[in-house]
């Protein structure tokens, strides 16, 4: 028997007339070096409209990239609204990624106009040789434009057209966005984006048991646009009438604790390399307000229990993490406890991933292919499936990622009864020691645990009698001095034995990603060349 269900497609231009009609009034603010930019949801609606006309004119048709480099702010809140509602896909470019990667990223998504920050234009002129696909160049705000040749002014093409452009009927199932995977290992892969997976994730987004965004909300937008749609949250704002703070270029611990405490939002988003940058900067500042926040929310990698265990007690304030990747959209998992628990046992789902969004699936699956038990014991690699998991790479075949329908992750960990992720490692960071795993997340945690440690990343190194071995690199706080050994003894009862490394190098900063987590790659690669002082214990 056939539904009698209205067939609506799910597009990202409902979400734009759905923020202008019911939240009209709604604000973005964008932080500037002379001060803070405020305009409505009903204003951006408008210069979005302009936007897409424009972009017809230059030649823009459906299906056709528009790329952005820019920062968070309100003309690539612009872009994000316009682009996908106009038929074109939205290509958000990585502003951090080396040279020869941003090149590769831009002529494989075959990238017609790129709309760039005028202070970003130094970096997009390394490659300007490279671009040859791009029609146009369109230039947001000062800088210097004789670097990029003949450029298009993004204000004054905006006034040249006026609002009201119709946004056209589209198949739900057609490219909206697209976002690259850092490229850790190998070139960065594409992942598209539909409207359909786009306005689903949106809505996942607005329930209580995951990120709960509502019109009562002000979002502190710290994690880039530039990565995986800044986790959804910019068409969820709209969705949900949740107002947004962008930031900008302004991602240090001093102006985000100012923003915080002059701009009071709600919830936040960010990488635990921030939160613990916030942390620090909150301790020191006596101004320092966190007040205002219902909940913070770290993704990207584990988050340390000390740190969950400081902002509640220091701050009275709940950090949950979230799991996901850019083949997830991001959001598949949530850390919020269940409902009843003794909220000294609060933290003990806090520091796990997260429980798995209704909309989604997960499982653990062993080296062989078996799947393993729900039983928070049973170690396996995580695979999943969804409405907003991708289910192939963009131009590219890799099917070793792919099982049966279900996406692997790279992640390993272990899935419990009541939905549970614990990630121990990447299946390319494990330390297979003797035989057996070695957690470098777990050991990660337990140094940061201790008071004069601020970072700790752990890599497999190898030796001769098991195999590989856990290296611990360590960035101390300012102004204290720990040796190895009581760096060990504090281990001690915290780990087993055997997991405790032999090899410890204390460093200035751990090196990062594009987008903020700790890039082991380089740390390995640093001590296969003796680039590391590497203390020996016995």
């Known amino acids: ?23 009209s009034n709604k604000k973005v603010f964008t932080i500037t070096p002379e001060g803070v930019q405020e305009a409505t ?9 302009r936007l897409a006309a424009a972009l017809k004119r230059l030649g823009v048709k459906p299906g056709d990239r528009v790329a952005t480099f820019q920062w968070n702010n309100q ?22 990624l080396f040279p020869e990667q941003l090149g590769y990223i831009v002529n494989h998504a075959d990238d017609k106009v790129i709309i760039v920050d005028g202070s970003l234009i130094p970096l997009l002129a390394k490659i300007k040789d490279q671009l040859g696909n791009v029609k146009h160049i369109i230039v947001s705000g000062p800088g210097d434009r004789d670097l990029l040749g003949d450029t298009i002014d993004y204000e004054e093409l905006l006034a040249s057209e006026e609002p009201g452009f119709v946004w056209p009927d589209l198949d739900e199932r057609s490219g909206a966005a697209m976002c690259y995977t850092s490229g850790t290992t190998g070139n960065p892969k594409g992942v598209v984006y539909s409207h359909r997976s786009t306005w689903l994730h949106s ?51 001093e102006p985000l604790v100012k923003v915080i405490r002059d701009l009071r939002p709600t919830l936040s988003l960010g990488v635990p390399t921030v939160w613990n940058e916030v942390l620090r900067v909150a301790e020191e500042d006596p101004t320092a307000d966190l007040s205002s926040l219902r909940t913070i929310v770290a993704g990207g990698s584990a988050v340390p229990r000390t740190m969950i265990e400081a902002f509640r007690e220091r701050h009275d304030l709940k950090l949950i993490q979230g799991w996901g990747m850019t083949e997830t959209s991001p959001l598949a998992a949530v850390s919020i406890p269940p409902f009843g628990t003794p909220v000294s046992h609060e933290v003990d789902y806090q520091v796990k991933a997260g429980r798995i969004v209704a909309g989604v699936e997960v499982r653990a699956v062993s080296e062989n292919g078996t799947v393993l038990p729900h039983d928070g014991e049973s170690v396996g690699e995580f695979e999943i499936r969804g409405p907003w998991i991708t289910g192939r790479y963009f131009g590219v075949d890799d099917p070793d990622k792919f099982r049966d329908g279900w996406l692997r992750t790279g992640d390993v960990g272990t899935l419990d009864s009541e939905g549970f992720m614990v990630i121990s490692d990447r299946t390319k960071d494990v330390i ?6 070695i957690s470098s997340v777990e050991l990660e945690n337990e140094v940061m645990a201790h008071p004069d440690v601020f970072e700790a990343a752990v890599v497999a190194v190898p030796d001769d009698k098991w195999q590989e071995r856990p290296l611990c690199c360590v960035v101390l706080r300012p102004g204290v001095s720990v040796s190895a050994e009581t760096l060990r003894d504090f281990l001690m009862p915290r780990v087993a ?42």
């Open 1 to 23: 028997m056939d539904s009698t269900m209205q067939d609506v497609p799910l597009l990202i231009s409902s979400i734009v007339r759905h923020g202008e009609w019911l939240y």
């Open 41 to 49: 949801f009903f204003e951006i609606s408008k210069r979005a409209e």
């Open 75 to 96: 003309s690539h809140m612009e872009s994000y609204l316009a682009v996908p509602s106009m038929g074109a896909v939205l290509h958000t470019l990585n502003i951090r």
């Open 203 to 253: 809505l996942a987004s607005t329930t209580a048991n995951s990120l709960g965004l509502c019109e009562s909300d002000r979002i502190l937008l710290i994690v880039p646009m530039f990565h995986v749609n800044a986790w959804g949250c910019a068409y969820t704002a709209f969705m949900a009438g949740a107002e947004l703070i962008m930031p900008q270029m302004y991602l240090q611990g």
């Open 432 to 437: 297979k020691s003797g035989g057996e795993w």
């Open 497 to 538: 034995k055997w997991w405790i490394p032999e090899r410890w190098a204390f460093i200035e900063s751990v090196p990062k990603t594009s987008v903020g987590k700790f890039d082991k790659k380089v740390l390995r690669a640093q001590y296969g060349n003796d680039e590391l002082a590497v203390v020996t214990l016995n």
